[in-house]
T-cell receptor, first 115, second 112 residues
Framework: GAGVSQSPSNKVTEKGKDVELRCDPI?????LYWYRQSLGQGLEFLIY????????KSGLPSDRFSAERTGGSVSTLTIQRTQQEDSAVYLC?????????????FGNGTRLTVT | GNSVTQMEGPVTLSEEAFLTINCTYT??????LFWYVQYPGEGLQLLLK?????DKGSNKGFEATYRKETTSFHLEKGSVQVSDSAVYFC???????????FGPGTRLSVLP
């Protein structure tokens, strides 16, 4: 596709439920990032995938958060047993990591509301 | 580790005013520098970038010059418009496929 696509655009869930957020990166982009943006705040790094290398999970806030990237393309971020503090916009970005300092291309995000 | 510092917002200006948003960075090597813009309800969009010292990035009337001696990458625009109201993020990236480091963002409001 033309850009990074995220789905759903909005998700409302009850506390304690599991949610899955999807990211379709730009075709051919080998690097994929997940960030979290709380209301009025900056970007919080969550996880980074690069090709077939082990992902950098250093930003995941707890073991309730996990992410996969299948076939080097689509990625799913899963939050188990959601809490109200998980409410935020979750942003996905991809880049051509082979190019030195290639810029990130962002999706429009998934707004998650935990009630 | 690497870090990015931006001036705190919000910044409120009248239309046609001059804009400066300060950004300074700390890096161990020779990073590339970026400005991203986030309009309400959207993801971040690349506004401009510079990959080496003294490079000037420009786009949509915005400019920023990579100043290695002052480790700065200040964003400027000579005459802002209401449509420039958004949050602006300064960022750096160092090396291949390295994690980006973002500043906290500066919210700009332009009044008619």
């Amino acid at each position: 596709g033309a850009g990074v696509s995220q789905s759903p655009s909005n998700k409302v869930t009850e506390k304690g439920k599991d949610v899955e957020l999807r990211c379709d990166p730009i075709s051919g982009h080998t690097a994929l990032y997940w960030y979290r943006q709380s209301l009025g705040q900056g970007l919080e790094f969550l996880i980074y995938f690069q090709g077939n290398s082990a992902p950098d999970k250093s930003g995941l806030p707890s073991d309730r958060f996990s992410a996969e990237r299948t076939g080097g393309s689509v990625s799913t971020l899963t939050i188990q047993r959601t809490q109200q503090e998980d409410s935020a916009v979750y942003l996905c970005a991809s880049s051509l990591a082979e190019l030195h300092n290639s810029p990130l291309h962002f999706g429009n995000g998934t707004r998650l509301t935990v009630t | 580790g690497n870090s990015v510092t931006q001036m705190e917002g919000p910044v409120t200006l009248s239309e046609e005013a001059f804009l400066t948003i300060n950004c300074t960075y700390t890096a161990t090597g020779y990073p590339s520098l970026f400005w991203y813009v986030q309009y309400p309800g959207e993801g971040l969009q690349l506004l401009l970038k510079a990959t080496k010292a003294d490079d000037k990035g420009s786009n949509k009337g915005f400019e920023a010059t990579y100043r290695k001696e002052t480790t700065s990458f200040h964003l400027e625009k000579g005459s802002v418009q209401v449509s420039d109201s958004a949050v602006y993020f300064c960022a750096l990236s160092e090396g291949y496929g390295q994690n980006f480091v973002f500043g906290p963002g500066t919210r700009l409001s332009v009044l008619p």
